[in-house]
Structures are given as structure tokens and as C-alpha cells.
């Protein structure tokens, strides 16, 4: 399976609400395919790769999270659209339209003057701008629920958390043009990463059969004030790039995760009272 994900030039994933169960919770062979697919897309940095496509149902539903802002195909119904289906073919054979080229104004040129289709083209690609940082967005916004689910997996067990910044470290620009008018949220963003950065780095050290029960509660606080700043982050993309339908699933989501913070510092607390 590895040979054929990292060998093929693209890899077409049918989308149901079973695969998206199992991928989400890392189950069975879903679960290590995911596994497999997410870690190529870090080490390659290569996000278009990887298609989605969707033959019933919403994609809220069928997708799993690190699938979001991925480039997707809906070939719902029968038949299917051929629109749809034009856009997978041009998609693999590297003949995808491009926004229309906009001349730059010469130096004189008041605005005022400008002709109908020199203003169409500048909103067109205006246009197209907007829609590949909310694709960018989108990506972030997977990475950084893979990142919370991270924390508290480890958090659990062994302690060593490893950040997944590939997505980041490759749409910064995007996303930056993304949150222009939204300080505080690209603030929120940057704080994630760069405090995920920090914890992972740190967690390098941890070894919890070394550590004494004051280190390992010291530690697990940590990674749970963590987890509390990606969802910060998530809350942010989440109002950027997603649509209702969609928010309202990643609100669900998050829920469950905060209930699972909510437990693990009772439990930590528990801990501390025992001594």
C-alpha cells in the first residue's frame, strides 16, 4: 500500500460516512490508509494529489477532516456531472483552466478609464485569489484539527507529541491575505503553530516511566492548555472558510474534544489530591 501511495500520481478517494468514521478514528485498514496518505502529503508537501471524490451524500458527512479544503470532485447522481467529471480528467492531466492574465495599468492610466473588461479581469482574479486562500484555509483547518487530536491522544499515553505543520508551513502566504481583516484570528493561528512547535520539541524529553507523578501532571497540563489554543485556531479558520452546513459539523466535533479536555483535567486533578 505504501508503494501504491507514494508511486501513483494521484490517488482518487471515494468518500462515504463509513470511511469517514474509520478514518477519523484511525480504524482498521481506513485507519492505517489514513495514516499512510496524511504522511505523504506532509513529506511531499504535495495537496493536490490526493482527490476526493463524492458519489452520495454531503461532504460533511463523508469526508474525513484531514480531506477538508483538499481539491474535490461531487459526482452525485446518475448521471453524473459531466462538468464534474471534466474537472477530475483536467485535474490528472494537468490541463486545469487558469484565472484569465490581468494587465497592469500604466503608470497614467486613471481609474476611472479603465474599459468593462479590464475591470472584469481584475475581479475575476480577485475572484480566484479569494478562492485559493479559502482552499488554503481549509487545508490549515484539517492540519489543525489533526493537531488538537494529536495532543490528546498523547496526552493519554505517551506524552511525545509530534506537530503536523505541513499544510502551514506551505499556505502562510494565503492565509495571511485570508485573515487580513481578522488580526486577532491570524494571531490565534500563529499561536498554535508556533506554540505546537515548542511542545513538540519540548515533549522530546518527556518519557513518562522516568517522570515523577508532579512532572507528569506539570506535562499533561501543558499539552492541555495546548489544546485549548488550537481550538482557538480552528474557531477562527472555522469562520473563514467553511460554509454553515460545515461549521455546524465542526462544532460537533469540537464539542467532544472540549468534553475530553474537561475529563482529562478532572482526572489530572484527581491525581494531584491523591499525592
Known sequence: MECAVRDNNFVLIVCTSRYKERSDARLGGVGYEGDIMTA?????QNHRKFIPILRSGEWPTTAPSWLWGKYSIDLRGDPYSEEEYLRLRNAIHGTSEKPPPVRSAA????????????????QTKRSWDHEESRAAGRDVLAEAITNVKRVLSVEA????YEIADGAWRQQRPALARLLADDWDGLQNVVGAYDGGSSVSNHSRGWNPLEMSSTHQREAKDLLLRHAEEWLKAIETLKRNVLAPVEAAKVDAEMEGLR??????????ELDRKRG
Open 40 to 44: 505523504e502529503v506532509y513529506r511531499g
Open 157 to 160: 499515553t505517551t506524552l511525545r
Open 259 to 268: 468534553k475530553r479536555i474537561v475529563t482529562a483535567r478532572q482526572i489530572i
Open 107 to 122: 503608470p497614467q492610466d486613471n481609474p476611472a478609464d479603465r474599459t468593462i473588461q479590464g475591470l472584469a479581469h481584475e
